[in-house]
Nanobody
Framework: QVQLVESGGGLGQPGGSLRLSCAASGNILHINAMGWYRHAPGKQRELVASINRNDNTDYADSVKGRFTISRDNAKNTVSLRMDNLQPEDTAVYYC??????????????????WGQGTQVTVSS
């Protein structure tokens, strides 16, 4: 069974930095795109950043120049470094991955998985 386990997050100050990490484990053959989404109260969930196996990245306009996504294909991990944090970055952040491997019923294919979510609060 594939799992995404997140770490990091917590309380950050405006202008400060935080780092999120996500590790995938289980019946994984390879991981295609990985990314981070966030969901703030009263707002829709939005894609923050994504990265494919070739390290091509994409960012939401609101975080360009402040956030950096990276991955380690050997370790099946993805990280998000968040610099110059702003109060509007406050949200629950979710790791996401498109993984080629075996499902719970041992059917091979590409499936999407989500982490449990980690809270990021930016406040002075």
């Amino acid at each position: 069974q594939v799992q995404l386990v997140e770490s990091g997050g917590g309380l950050g100050q405006p202008g400060g930095s935080l780092r999120l990490s996500c590790a995938a484990s289980g019946n994984i053959l390879h991981i295609n795109a990985m990314g981070w989404y966030r969901h703030a109260p009263g707002k829709q969930r939005e894609l923050v950043a994504s990265i494919n196996r070739n390290d091509n990245t994409d960012y939401a306009d609101s975080v360009k120049g402040r956030f950096t996504i990276s991955r380690d294909n050997a370790k099946n991990t993805v990280s998000l470094r968040m610099d110059n944090l702003q109060p509007e970055d406050t949200a629950v952040y979710y790791c996401h991955a498109d993984i080629y491997g075996y499902s719970n019923t041992y059917k091979i294919g590409t499936y999407e998985y989500w982490g449990q979510g980690t809270q990021v609060t930016v406040s002075s």
